[in-house]
């Protein structure tokens, strides 16, 4: 009867412990999912990028913010390896744009746009893009960690990364 009683007790552990995950994963909101047509034309899912920390830099071919946002970026990529830095530009018709942006300012990582539209109308799992440039940083499991709109210091973006870096997600 003991036996039973734990068996019990342990199985309703199990089931509440497993409750308490899935309400926190719903806390943390959805999971980066988003396809990119990277500005070499290749396609990129980020889904596929789980097991390891992103830093979303999205951006506006046309804004000079998000231009002047390159010149911390540039240090700031090969000294975080732990992160992997993807560009997003987010504005109507960006996927012709990118290639020229790409082309003329040479970012130190892979910039690309969602050729449905979804990233500049709020409709794909990085919801609303108030202003540009605007970072956000995932943990390895594909959750938002955190989110910061404007111009950035190489130590701004350090101490950004610091959630990811600190712990290894």
Not at 17 to 25: D, K, P, V, W
Not at 127 to 134: F, H, L, Q, R, S
Request: aromatic letters at 8%.
């Amino acid at each position: 009867m003991i036996a039973l009683g734990c068996a019990i007790a342990s199985g309703c552990a199990r089931d509440s412990s497993g409750a308490q995950a899935t309400a926190a994963r719903a806390e943390k909101g959805p999971r980066l999912n988003l396809g990119l047509r990277l500005s070499d034309g290749r396609w990129l899912e980020l889904a596929d990028l789980r097991g390891t920390p992103v830093l979303l830099f999205v951006f506006a071919t046309f804004d000079a913010v998000s231009q002047a946002s390159l010149k911390p970026l540039r240090p700031f990529v090969p000294q975080h390896p732990e992160v992997i830095v993807i560009g997003v530009a987010a504005q109507p018709r960006a996927a012709p744009l990118v290639e020229a942006w790409e082309y003329a300012l040479d970012p130190p990582f892979v910039v690309g746009a969602d050729p449905y539209g979804r990233v500049e109308n709020g409709e794909s799992t990085l919801g609303k893009i108030e202003a540009v440039p605007t970072y956000i940083l995932y943990d390895a499991d594909g959750y938002e960690i955190v989110r910061r709109t404007g111009l950035m210091t190489e130590g701004d973006l350090a101490e950004l990364v610091e959630p990811v870096s600190v712990d290894g997600n």
